[in-house]
Every structure is written in C-alpha cells, then in structure tokens.
C-alpha cells in the first residue's frame, strides 16, 4: 500500500478550512444570505472539537496502559 502524507496533511486541514470559509462567507453578506453559511461552521466546528476530544481520549488510554505496564 502505497502512503500519502499530503493526503493526510489536506484532511487535517479541511476542518479549519471549512470554518475559515464560513466566516468569510458570513463577513461578506447580509442578512438572510448569511444562513446557508452556517451549517459549514457549525460542521467545521464539530469535527475540531470531536477530533480533540478523541485525541485526549487517545492519550488518556495510552497513558493508563503504560501504567499498568510499568506496574508488572
């Protein structure tokens, strides 16, 4: 199997992208033209926090494992 980094790297920063473009996308219009940029935020925003919030689970069980390890 052949590895792509810049694949990975691109996916990582497709959330920040997406917020980033929302926000653009609010600044520039008015009034109701505002709401078909929202769930683009809102999804940009989601994925950061799950992304995060799986990663700090991450570390939190390799933490406890090489605990356990350390204990034997």
Known sequence: ???RPWLRG?????SPLLI???LLVLL????VDRLPA?????????LLVT???GQRRRRRE???ALRHDGEV
């Open 38 to 46: 929202l769930p683009a935020l809102l999804i940009g925003t989601g």
């Open 28 to 31: 520039q219009r008015r009034g």
């Open 1 to 3: 199997m052949r590895r």
């Open 62 to 64: 390799l933490l406890a």
């Open 51 to 53: 992304s995060a919030l």
């Open 10 to 14: 691109l996916l990582a920063l497709s």
């Open 20 to 22: 980033l473009l929302a």
